[in-house]
């Protein structure tokens, strides 16, 4: 209720603010315009008439802007010369009409009348809207062709109004106003000929169409500079033929810089908001009450607050009992003020009676401008009548929405609702397509050594996704099934042998997962007869059990429906560990089932062009959630990452935010370092590029990008190198995302996607695993950047701007160990006031032996040595922390590059934390991060790559049950005396080896007979002796299946036979790998701190000076502050790459905001849990 509250207040504020946003905006232009008239008392008008152009030229700077920056992190088609000829073309009339509207035209009018006049630029999108709905005739084409008839009767009005005839010769010089306003609201009018051509079927046009949505980016590069250059033209020639000169903007007077640049800042800023804040709203499902209806209720708004401003002035101004115009224009010409806000405000009534067709109009006249103002009104409700029939899906695409990234200054409201796509009615669909867009979604978790707890998270998961969408929902509101599947790696063992006979069984862990499942199974099952009012029955549920090629296989309908199914993987039949899972379910899922669907469709179309077509659209929607056997998440954090699939079709794979779970420092660590990373790397990577790594433990895929060409063909390639056993099974979901990324698809993330894992809790687990990640990271990087060119040119989101940006990552990555000896050095320097070169001598030192000692003993004594030297080195950075204060507090100053870089730090991490509220808490964990920065950037980074040779997985191993081998020599006891003495009991034990017996006994037996051992299944009695609530009904699997499994197992998974010669190859390819790798590695960080040093030894001649700034922001004489120029390059780029990714953290959290605002607002409620089963629900929640 209370996130309700908060989601709906935030939703209300945006509402409110683009309700409020374009009255200021309108008011604003409007006088700067009149502002612009050769009578008001603004003097200087060359610079008026400069501003108002620059006002009119902000959108065209934005939108040129946003084209460049796209242009530079992606990839952007060029569109054809004809095509960018007439686009050019038509923009150029269209920024001509508003040159000469807003500069050359509205000056010369009233203010109420160039009000509403901005209101009759929907003549041609209303006749549009006519002329290509009139074959075949529909109905829809009453509102524009109603919308068209008060816009061109507007028109009539204006021209009446304002004709010289029916008035003195003072009003004749208005003439060719009111032709050039009519000829540029025509010209206006094409600014949206795209959307109001989408109803023409003309081939020419149609292609057209397409080719501007694969070539926008760089179109509006050239339509952008073109405005600019047809406004900046207009201006310049204007100003001379009214007889104005340019020198006159160099002695503008305080009096007019103040007021017009106020009047352009608000113009300027509030345009942006209001287009910002309508967009925002449109994507938060707010089109009817929040967007179309401030934008049409803005002129009658402004119009009455002119009425109140004209009202207020004449009882300060018109002395006379009733209301007369005449005489309140007389008395302004008298007054006197001298306040900017009142001068603006008399701005109003003094436009209008600058206008002489008002002050000499009768009643008759009057009610012309009063009818024009209606028609003009009426006129744009009409012709954008089809804003209030928008529908919109979550997080829809801003080009979705609306067809133009280009604002118009002078006529925000307007422009925003014409600019509305218009959407077409979907013609009626067979039977076939109604489906279309429904999705298939197969949750797929490898399982290994997983505790009970972890096995009851990813349980409790999946049954909550099974209540959330029950199987016999038909008109569920996200559309879409799911298909629940567990792979259990190495799942049975064989017993000790007993009457040369050995029983093949499952593990315990799997026997733990059957026992847990029942558990939760019959939580879930008594919550939902509680809902309905059922009887809680007790009887067995019936499950069923088999045998499959690769082990076996049980089948769990939940209790809503869906199903759950447990591969149990027999490693002796098909091949085990994690990638090969990943392979298993792959091509069973997307190879087996999707064949079986393509198959069913070819039998419901009659050629072979719609069964493939259908079969397209079948990938495109099946999709496939990557879990780890502990995960827990949400049903919504599952429908986020689907949205992110559904509306973007290049999106290959989308992940969420990953919250380690567990408790102890080292989970401490991580909840930070796992915030830090997703807070501003991953953000960054979203929005300058493309996520590099989807984690496996919680990642969406298209079922259509792994089936592309050299995605999961390439992801069985067995490692047969050294460098494969790194990039291939260390990270196998770096790598499956490196092979998306090559192949064009696109990787997102979604931080409102929430999942927990298990994270390592013991120092020595958490150094396995990375020992594991950071060699995997750093292959699978420079894979990708040694294949940038072909990435950015396949992959339309990965630019070579943002490959630099990844080399720039990946050398401060690189350089991370020798910036830690460098910051150990400074940190010996400021607490014991050594010498900077004895210092950096110092810090080399231990990193060097810990290298050494890496290469001589075993792992879990460099474990052991690691954890020692980083307490060391935590004492060290809290004294460093401490000193760096002292130093800022003893130079009196923080302004020094120590001081900046360790304050803005703390800023940084604050304010990021603080736009992550639920997440707040997590930066008093930073303490301990930081103070582990040696430990995790130094130590770590030279373990992991000094065991790059290890390719053992490093967590979750236990040890396996040793099994008595057939042909182990065995002993007899020969001899046996037991005595105590002193306390202690004392056993002597002779025993002798029974092989030697045998051979001094060969005259009795002449050859050993060897006994084989036959194997039992038994793994099926077993496990339905293990299940007490769940009948496990033996099945048989289907035919058709058998032969797709024992092909598959035979080209993919056959278990890889142990050939000792191949280990020995391989791990002296592994360890030749290893060194050079540690080589490369060691050997750019020694240059650095060798560079570092000798700029030391050469002394103050090549440092950076700068003078020391005192905390009152003065200079200081006396004192200079020395950086070296190394260190100087290293701190600016640290500190370009964390504004980099600040900025872009900014821009993701508003995209993250709109994603949850509109997804509350759609979402599914639950059902309300009663029953005595509701503690035990929430016992299994997180």
């Avoid at 508003?98 to 630029?121: A, E, K, Q, R, W």
């Avoid at 309508?278 to 938060?284: D, E, H």
Wanted: hydrophobic share 45%.
């Amino acid at each position: 209720m209370i996130e309700g509250k908060v989601v709906g207040i935030v939703y209300l504020d945006f509402s409110k603010a683009f309700d409020k946003t374009p009255h200021g905006r309108l008011a604003s232009l409007l006088l700067l315009i009149s502002a612009s008239n050769s009578e008001s008392p603004f003097e200087n008008k060359p610079f008026t008439h400069l501003i108002l152009a620059c006002a009119l030229v902000v959108p065209n700077v934005l939108a040129l802007a946003k084209a460049l920056w796209k242009v530079s992190f992606g990839s952007s088609d060029a569109p054809s010369l004809n095509i960018l000829g007439m686009v050019c073309l038509i923009e150029a009339v269209a920024a001509f009409g508003t040159s000469i509207l807003v500069l050359v035209c509205m000056p010369h009018f009233d203010i109420v009348t160039n009000l509403y006049i901005l209101n009759g630029v929907c003549l041609l999108p209303a006749l549009l809207q006519v002329v290509f709905q009139l074959k075949p005739l529909k109905s829809s084409m009453l509102f524009p062709l109603v919308g068209f008839g008060f816009v061109f009767l507007g028109l009539l009005l204006f021209i009446l109004a304002h004709n010289p005839q029916q008035h003195s010769e003072e009003v004749k010089h208005i003439k060719p106003y009111v032709a050039l306003a009519i000829v540029a609201l025509i010209f206006i009018s094409f600014n949206w000929w795209e959307n109001f051509t989408s109803y023409c079927k003309i081939g020419i046009m149609e292609n057209i169409r397409e080719n501007l949505q694969c070539t926008r980016n760089i179109t509006y590069v050239c339509t952008s500079t073109v405005r600019i250059l047809v406004i900046g033209t207009v201006v310049a020639a204007w100003i001379p033929v009214k007889e104005y000169k340019w020198e006159d903007v160099k002695t503008v007077s305080q009096f007019d810089l103040k007021i017009i640049l106020c009047l352009f800042g608000i113009q300027g800023i509030s345009s942006a908001l209001c287009h910002w804040f309508g967009v925002l709203v449109c994507k938060m499902h707010a089109v009817r009450r929040s967007f179309a209806v401030p934008s049409i209720l803005a002129t009658p708004i402004v119009f009455f607050a002119f009425l109140i401003v004209l009202y207020d002035s004449f009882n300060k101004y018109g002395k006379a009992d009733s209301f007369n115009l005449t005489a309140l224009c007389h008395n302004l010409k008298t007054s006197n003020d001298s306040d900017s806000v009142q001068i603006l405000l008399l701005e109003i009534p003094r436009s209008l009676c600058r206008a002489e067709v008002i002050l000499i109009s009768n009643k008759v006249g009057l009610a012309l401008l009063g009818s024009l103002a209606v028609c003009f009104w009426l006129g744009l409700i009409f012709s954008t009548f089809y804003v209030w029939g928008q529908h919109i899906q979550r997080i829809e695409r801003t080009s979705q929405l609306f067809v133009r990234r280009l604002y118009e200054a002078a006529f925000m409201e307007q422009s925003m609702l014409l600019n509305t796509r218009v959407q077409k009615k979907k013609e009626k669909k067979d039977k076939s397509h109604q489906k279309s867009d429904h999705v298939m979604i197969y949750l797929c978790a490898t399982m290994w050594h997983e505790t009970v707890d972890e096995m009851a998270k990813i349980l409790t998961s999946i049954f909550r996704l099974d209540k959330y969408k029950p199987n016999s929902s038909k008109s569920h509101k996200d559309n879409f099934e799911f298909e629940a599947h567990i792979y259990f790696d190495d799942a049975f063992h064989l017993t000790n042998p007993n009457d040369n006979v050995q029983k093949r069984v499952l593990n315990q862990y799997v026997k733990n997962l059957v026992c847990t499942m029942e558990d939760i199974y019959r939580i879930f099952s008594h919550e939902k007869q509680s809902l309905k009012d059922e009887q809680e029955d007790d009887d067995i549920v019936k499950q069923t059990i088999m045998e499959t090629p690769y082990g076996g296989r049980i089948t769990y309908t939940l209790p809503y429906g869906n199903i759950l199914y447990v591969h149990l993987k027999d490693k002796q039949k098909i091949r085990h560990k994690k990638r090969w899972s990943q392979i298993m379910y792959m091509y069973y899922l997307l190879g087996w089932k999707l064949n079986k669907k393509y198959m069913t469709l070819s039998g419901k179309f009659e050629d072979e062009i719609s069964t493939t077509n259908a079969l397209k659209t079948e990938k495109e929607n099946t999709y496939i959630l990557a879990l780890d056997g502990d995960t827990d998440f949400q049903p919504s954090a599952l429908i986020l990452l689907v949205d992110r699939l559904r509306r973007y079709p290049d999106v290959g794979a989308a992940c969420g935010r990953i919250h380690p779970t567990g408790t102890g420092p080292m989970v401490w660590y991580q909840k930070f370092e796992y915030a830090v990373g997703h807070w501003l790397q991953k953000t960054a990577e979203h929005v300058l590029g493309c996520v590099l790594c989807s984690p496996g433990c919680f990642s969406l895929y298209r079922a259509a990008a792994l089936m592309d060409d050299n995605v999961v063909k390439k992801y069985t390639t067995k490692a047969t190198e050294g460098q494969h056993f790194v990039q291939y099974d260390q990270g196998e979901d770096r790598w499956l995302c490196t092979l998306l990324l090559q192949q064009g698809w696109r990787v997102e993330y979604n931080a409102a996607s929430d999942a927990y894992t298990n994270a390592p809790q013991e120092f020595k687990e958490f150094y396995n695993q990375r020992r594991r990640w950071v060699p995997s990271t750093l292959a699978n990087t420079i894979d990708l950047l040694n294949s940038g060119a072909q990435t950015s040119k396949r992959n339309h989101s990965i630019s070579k701007l943002y490959i630099l940006y990844q080399i720039v990552g990946t050398a401060a990555s690189i350089l991370g160990p020798a910036t830690v000896v460098l910051m150990i050095a400074g940190a010996f320097t400021f607490v014991f006031n050594w010498n900077g070169n004895v210092a950096l001598a110092l810090g080399v030192v231990p990193p060097a032996i810990y290298i050494l000692i890496c290469y001589k003993v075993k792992s879990d004594t460099q474990i052991i040595i690691a954890a020692v030297m980083s307490i060391f080195y935590a004492f060290l950075m809290i004294a460093t922390i401490m000193s760096i204060i002292g130093e800022m507090l003893k130079e009196n100053t923080f302004i020094t590059p120590t001081g900046l870089f360790f304050i803005s730090m703390m800023i940084l991490y604050f304010s990021t934390a603080m736009l992550h509220p639920q997440e707040f808490p997590l930066v008093f964990y930073g303490l301990l991060y930081i103070i582990c920065i040696p430990s995790g950037y130094l130590l770590l980074p030279i373990y992991s790559m000094v065991n790059m040779n290890n390719v053992s997985w490093g967590t979750r191993e236990t040890v396996t049950p040793k099994i008595q081998d057939k042909n182990k020599t065995k002993q007899v006891l020969r001899y046996e005396k037991k005595c105590k003495c002193i306390c202690w009991d004392i056993e002597f034990v002779v025993k002798e080896d029974k092989k030697e017996l045998i051979h001094h006994a060969d005259s009795i037996i002449e050859e050993e007979e060897i006994i084989e051992l036959s194997i039992e299944d038994k793994w099926i009695s077993n496990l339905q002796e293990q299940s007490f609530h769940m009948m496990l009904v033996v099945e048989e699997l289907d035919e058709e299946e058998i032969p797709f499994w024992n092909d598959l197992i035979e080209l993919y998974l056959k278990p890889i036979e142990e050939d000792k010669v191949k280990q020995a190859e391989i791990a002296k390819e592994l360890k030749s790998l290893r060194n050079k790798a540690t080589f490369l590695f060691f050997i750019i960080n020694t240059l650095w701190i060798v560079s570092t040093f000798f700029l030391q030894a050469i002394g103050s001649e090549i440092h950076i000076k700068i003078p020391k700034i005192l905390p009152n922001g003065t200079f200081s004489k006396s004192e200079i502050l020395t950086i070296e120029p190394l260190s100087f390059m290293f701190l600016v780029s640290f500190a370009g790459l964390l504004g980099i990714q600040f900025l872009t953290m900014l821009y993701h959290r508003i995209t993250t905001f709109i994603h949850f605002i509109a997804y509350k607002g759609t979402e599914i409620k639950p059902q309300q849990k009663v029953g005595k089963y509701h503690q035990m629900y929430k016992d299994h929640e997180v």
